[in-house]
């Protein structure tokens, strides 16, 4: 009997035969996260439904020195959830329970696999709501959040994950069970709980978090302004900043996000404009309007062609959508496209857009974008076809786009996490006195790189041995055959 079969008989055990997925085409479906340009298939899927089980499942994993790594919804773009070859996917799906919501001193405790807007949906009865929000709220789970330290629209005025964690109980990758923070935001001794928030799985598994909940702002209001270049829009942002307003949120879109967009929700967004800024601001009512009519004032100064004011909750829901649906529209306009999320500072937006454009005329690939151009965090989508041989070109594009960022005086990754897909330019971004700073603490929680490895630093492995593009066999693209 192999490890692997020995190991599966004892995930059995913990979790019940149904609780364990062997059968080669169902372990298929977690091949890959929202990275789909890079696949392997795991030996085996677990699907625990507590966090006692998740403890029973990687000490045993632990015991047997295979590998394993966390999963959540799937919806990473870092391939961050990239599975081991003869290792173990911990599927967190069926851990759904909001454990409980606090009105009082307002938090809620939750297990990880509870979507971040349901988070909002329990606490909405209370008048309070969860501030990060990813584009992908609706499907992606916090422990996700948790792992990449997400961020979303309205992290400009309200912060990421991090800002929101109090506490969470963690399974180590030995097994044991700790919890890290508390109650308030500050603790006594080292900041455990904000080196796990943001370590992409590699420290642990995460089986329930503490969030902090904020009151609902007495006004919102939301404006969707057009401009005659992304460049225009972006000068609009830095001088929004610049004038001392800090709105909830500053998202741009240029043309082929807008085109992408419109043919997938038809928001009412102008399908013939060059770049659309959405501005959000909330707080104290008259605060709130007497800052919305300066933004307004700020747009027309940029040039702006056409400002449309939400005159409703649901018309700024309506506006919300077409920003929101923005990645998984580009479907709609390429077969297949990388996302990047580096940032730079506000102040070289226009220099960066400027030179990712020349970057993709440069490398005959189309780059479509859309933004939190209020903290700098671009998400540039390099568009192309696996199937015409553009795979190796679009990928060298969108790491170079990424080290652009760190030549502007940026980061790497604003919140997708650095997974596998920019472990390899971790070196551009930090000095090897870093890096071997960063694997110290690393293997202070896993010294024997069970949990989540190849990810996030780079190895010889990762960088030398990548794993190549999934490419399907002519005979399985034509339904010959099948792969099992």
């Known amino acids: 009997m192999t490890v692997i079969e020995r190991l599966r008989t004892s995930l059995q055990d913990i979790v019940g035969p149904g609780g364990v997925i062997a059968e080669p085409s169902e372990l298929r479906t977690y091949e890959c996260d929202g990275l789909t340009g890079y696949r392997v298939t795991p030996a085996l899927v677990v699907l625990p439904t507590s966090g006692k089980e998740v403890a029973a499942v990687v000490a045993a994993c632990h015991q047997a020195k295979v590998p394993f790594v966390a999963r959540g919804a ?7 959830a990239l599975p081991v070859a003869e ?6 799906q069926r851990m759904r329970s909001i454990i409980g919501v606090d009105p009082v001193n307002r938090t809620a405790t939750v297990e990880p696999g509870v979507t971040n807007l349901a988070i909002s949906r329990a606490a909405s009865p209370h008048d309070l709501y969860y501030a990060p929000d990813p584009s992908s709220q609706q499907v992606c789970t916090i422990g996700g959040n948790v792992a990449e330290n997400s961020g979303g629209a309205h992290c400009l005025k309200y912060g990421f994950t991090t800002h929101h964690v109090l506490a969470m109980e963690v399974v180590l990758p030995d097994g044991a069970v700790v919890t890290l923070g508390g109650p308030s935001p500050e603790v006594a001794g080292p900041d455990l709980r904000g080196v796990v928030v943001g370590s992409e799985g590699t420290l642990g598994i995460v089986t329930s978090i503490v969030v902090r909940l904020l009151r609902k702002p007495e006004s919102v209001r939301t404006l969707l302004a057009d401009f005659p270049s992304i460049e225009q829009a972006g000068h609009t942002v830095t001088d929004i900043i610049g004038a001392g307003i800090v709105p909830a949120a500053m998202e741009i879109m240029d043309h082929l996000a ?4 419109e043919a997938a929700v038809g928001a ?3 399908l013939e404009t060059p770049a659309a800024l959405v501005v959000e601001l909330d707080g104290p009512a008259d605060e709130c309007a007497g800052l919305f009519e300066a933004v307004q004032k700020i747009c027309e100064a940029n040039g702006t062609t056409k400002i449309r004011v939400a005159a409703d909750d649901v018309e700024r829901a309506r506006i919300w959508t077409g920003r929101k649906a923005a990645f998984a529209a580009v479907g709609r306009i390429s077969p297949d496209y990388f996302v990047q999320d580096g940032v730079v500072p506000r102040t070289r937006l226009s220099e960066a857009l400027h030179r990712i454009g020349a970057m993709g005329d440069e490398a005959g690939l189309r780059v479509a974008n859309v933004f939190h151009a ?12 696996e199937k015409q041989g553009e795979h ?16 502007l005086g940026g980061s790497l990754s604003g919140e997708h996490g650095i997974g596998t897909d ?7 971004m930090f000095g090897e006195d870093d890096l071997a700073t960063m694997d110290r603490v690393r293997r202070a929680f896993d010294p024997d790189g069970v949990c989540n490895p190849g990810k996030v630093l780079p190895t010889p492995r990762l960088c030398g041995e990548r794993p190549g593009p999934f490419r399907p066999h002519p005979l399985e693209a034509a339904g010959v055959i099948e792969r099992l």
């Open 87 to 92: 290792g173990i996917v911990v599927s967190l």
């Open 74 to 80: 799937g919806t990473g773009l870092s391939g961050g």
């Open 422 to 428: 920019k472990a390899c330019s971790m070196p551009v």
């Open 374 to 385: 209020g903290d700098g965090n671009l998400h540039p989508l390099v568009l192309y076809d």
């Open 258 to 261: 807008i085109v992408a967009s």
């Open 392 to 407: 190796e070109r679009a990928e060298k594009l969108s790491k170079e786009i990424a080290e652009l960022c760190v030549e």
């Open 268 to 270: 009412g967004y102008t």
